[in-house]
């Protein structure tokens, strides 16, 4: 590895520190030493000095994804901590928390340890684990929260299963809030669920599937805003889907309740009608839902009451999709796709450049009490430099992760991951040496 590795005349982008601005950057030792205009000057190109000058190019401070499925243990063949990272890094991600339905449950101190263990052998980016919230995710008996914590979880979750008793997620929060764990809630009736298919609307009558209600998902959310407001702990909304668990949201968070909530780049991306004609790579848990749904996403993500975007990376084999609608794994791949499909927001005037940003690293990084990415002098070296002006077609067969499905393959886009640095080592790069 190069001693210093020099960005010259980057439109550098960090909300946080109040940047936006044409700088050149200077990164030595692993953290950010020059940030400024001609920070670079009398550096050359050499066997200690790699020069970065990419016509256009954006830096970034790395991304934090709050909700991936890395499938380890249990699922290796869909993917694993190794090709997760991998994918991870070329999606311009320095940090990602993973979900605990996996096989075993990562619901003890052993999985969350081995967890742990694998990602720092491979030196790429940074894995959190996320326990838990019941043991084998039942939704019974509490997991040991604070063995959890001790073994580097940064929250807990039933992601894919809601805790449906109300005494259960009342005894959760009470026992996560001890240590200060935020409560990741998949907010899901499973009573109002049983046997849907997709969103509960005109779509689902033409095609004759079984719908999911939007008041599934808002009357889950209503009632944790209350029991977290009597206990008084962190809780957080796994990739919200409705306009009412967005006014939910709003309402809780104008009384300065500690709530919190995330949304993916599919729930802001498309609507119910992508499943016609049966596409089940578009089937995903909650699901794609209406065109008023999409817009109330979008305006609370601008505004703040939905605090970050989320990747809910679900990768799935082909056998788990290419079946019948009912047969088919909910979920779609997402790491390496959520920059440049949302960068398309951005170009449309829906999101500002700056919230996108905040939404996918200090926001995100603050849920999960993690040292958020940033731009600044002294600051540890975790950035992502995009080339915003390159345009080309998504090909799932090009990426890093194991899986394919996703419903934008063949989609054009502008905006590619050129270059990943993760505590200042490469760890990811289009660029040639």
């Not at 990562?106 to 990602?119: F, I």
């Not at 894995?127 to 040991?144: C, F, S, W, Y």
């Not at 407001?229 to 967005?246: K, P």
């Not at 992502?384 to 899986?403: F, G, Q």
Request: aromatic share 2%; net charge negative; hydrophobic share 45%.
């Amino acid at each position: 590895m190069s001693d210093a590795l020099v960005f010259r005349r980057v439109r550098a982008v960090d909300p946080a520190a109040a940047l936006d601005a044409e700088v050149d950057v200077v990164v030595e030792k692993g953290r950010i030493s020059r940030i400024g205009r001609g920070a670079a000057e009398g550096m050359v190109p050499g066997e200690r000095v790699r020069i970065v000058d990419l016509q256009g190019a954006w830096l970034l401070p790395g991304l934090v994804d709050l909700h991936a499925h890395l499938r380890e243990p249990g699922a290796e063949g869909k993917e694993d901590v190794a090709s997760g990272l991998r994918a991870a890094a070329a999606g311009g991600f320095v940090d990602v928390c993973c979900m605990p339905n996996t096989r075993p449950v990562n619901d003890s101190r052993v999985v969350t340890e081995m967890l742990v263990a694998k990602a720092r052998a491979l030196s790429s980016v940074r894995l959190h684990p996320i326990g838990a919230i019941t043991v084998g995710q039942k939704g019974e008996q509490l997991t040991e929260m604070a063995d959890l914590k001790e073994a580097g979880a940064v929250a807990v979750s039933d992601d894919g299963r809601c805790v449906t008793s109300s005494r259960v997620m009342r005894r959760a929060l009470e026992y996560a809030s001890t240590f200060d764990l935020p409560v990741i809630q998949h907010a899901e009736d499973h009573a109002l669920t049983e046997g849907a298919q997709m969103h509960e609307g005109e779509i689902s009558t033409r095609l004759g599937l079984r719908g999911w209600p939007r008041v599934a998902e808002d009357v889950i959310v209503a009632r944790d805003i209350l029991l977290a407001e009597y206990v008084g702990a962190r809780y957080h909304v796994a990739h919200v889907s409705t306009a009412g668990s967005v006014r939910l949201l709003r309402e809780a968070k104008s009384r300065g309740l500690a709530v919190t909530a995330e949304v993916t780049p599919h729930h802001l991306l498309l609507t119910h009608h992508a499943l016609l004609g049966y596409d089940t790579a578009c089937k995903v848990n909650p699901p794609l839902r209406e065109p008023e749904d999409v817009e109330a996403l979008r305006r609370a993500l601008v505004d703040g009451t939905i605090d970050c975007v989320a990747t809910d990376h679900a990768p799935h084999g082909v056998l788990d999709k290419d079946v019948e609608m009912a047969g088919a794994a909910p979920g779609m791949i997402g790491l390496e796709l959520c920059l440049p499909l949302l960068l398309g927001l951005v170009r449309e005037g829906v999101l500002p450049l700056s919230r996108l940003v905040e939404s996918l690293t200090t926001a995100p990084a603050r849920i999960a009490g993690l040292q958020a990415p940033g731009l600044r002098e002294g600051g540890r070296a975790d950035l992502v430099l995009v080339d915003p002006n390159a345009s080309y077609l998504i090909d799932p067969s090009r990426m890093r992760t194991k899986s394919r499905n996703t419903p934008f393959a063949g989609r054009r886009v502008t905006g590619r991951v050129a270059m990943t640095v993760c505590e200042g080592r490469v760890v990811h790069t289009d660029l040639e040496a």
